[in-house]
């Protein structure tokens, strides 16, 4: 299993261009987040899906926008990019059953926007 | 709704010695606290997770203790190793729901 994937690993924009950052889960996991991680600010969840063809707003939307193509895959797109989206960007998913809640964690997709 | 705060930002330790990472939390409706570790180039991994069912859970040098009626966790690392130090995460969030909502993180280093 390969867990969670994600697609760039880096990727430099300037300021006004769009990209869509890919991502994937091979654990058969219903439920599926984006984050944003910036420094001394922790990670803020940005859009997260519960379940394949249902999405939803997470603490900082605003700029984004996510399509949950279907159960395996969830993709964040960035329509115009501006510096403050400059951070780094993690997938995660999970199963979110009775017993277990714990979130698989992509390698993370560095994102700089000049 | 949720927020969380997580004490210190940084936290220096001698190799054996113990660390405490301090987070607190203001819904008192939260009822599942995990703990995440983020080493360098990588994403966050659960180390350990509570339910506020639960006052103490352990597992090997890691524990975590929660206190409801304060809302506040706490992360408990002994005899700590080189291989503890990472960028530890709490969270806290109501079960059966999806999100989580993480502190700021706490950047451990452990000196040899």
């Known amino acids: 299993n390969a867990g969670v994937t994600q697609t760039p690993k880096f990727q430099v924009l300037k300021t006004g261009q769009s990209m869509t950052l890919q991502c994937a889960q091979d654990?058969?996991?219903?439920?599926m987040y984006w984050y944003r991680q910036d420094p001394g600010m922790g990670l803020r969840l940005i859009y997260y899906?519960?379940?394949?063809?249902?999405?939803d707003k997470g603490e900082v939307p605003n700029g984004y926008n996510v399509s949950r193509l279907n159960k395996r895959e969830f993709s964040l797109r960035l329509e115009s990019a501006a510096p403050s989206q400059t951070s780094v960007y993690f997938c995660?998913?999970?199963?979110?059953?009775?017993?277990?809640?714990?979130?698989?964690f992509g390698p993370g997709t560095r994102l700089t926007v000049t | 709704g949720e927020n969380v705060e997580q004490h210190p930002s940084t936290l220096s330790v001698q190799e054996g010695d113990s660390a405490v990472i301090k987070c607190t939390y203001s819904?008192?409706?939260?009822?599942?606290f995990p703990w995440y570790k983020q080493e360098l180039g990588k994403g966050p991994q659960l180390i350990i997770d509570?339910?506020?069912?639960?006052g103490e859970k352990k597992d090997q040098r890691i524990a975590v203790t929660l206190n409801k009626t304060a809302k506040h966790f706490s992360l408990h690392i002994t005899e700590t190793q080189p291989e503890d130090s990472a960028v530890y995460f709490c969270?806290?969030?109501?079960?059966?729901?999806?999100?989580?909502?993480f502190g700021t993180g706490t950047r451990l280093q452990v000196f040899p």
């Open positions: 819904d008192s409706a939260s009822n599942y």
């Open positions: 969270a806290a969030s109501m079960v059966g729901t999806d999100k989580l909502i």
């Open positions: 509570i339910r506020s069912n639960v």
């Open positions: 654990m058969n996991h219903n439920s």
């Open positions: 995660a998913s999970s199963a979110v059953g009775i017993r277990s809640y714990e979130q698989y």
């Open positions: 899906s519960a379940s394949e063809g249902t999405t």
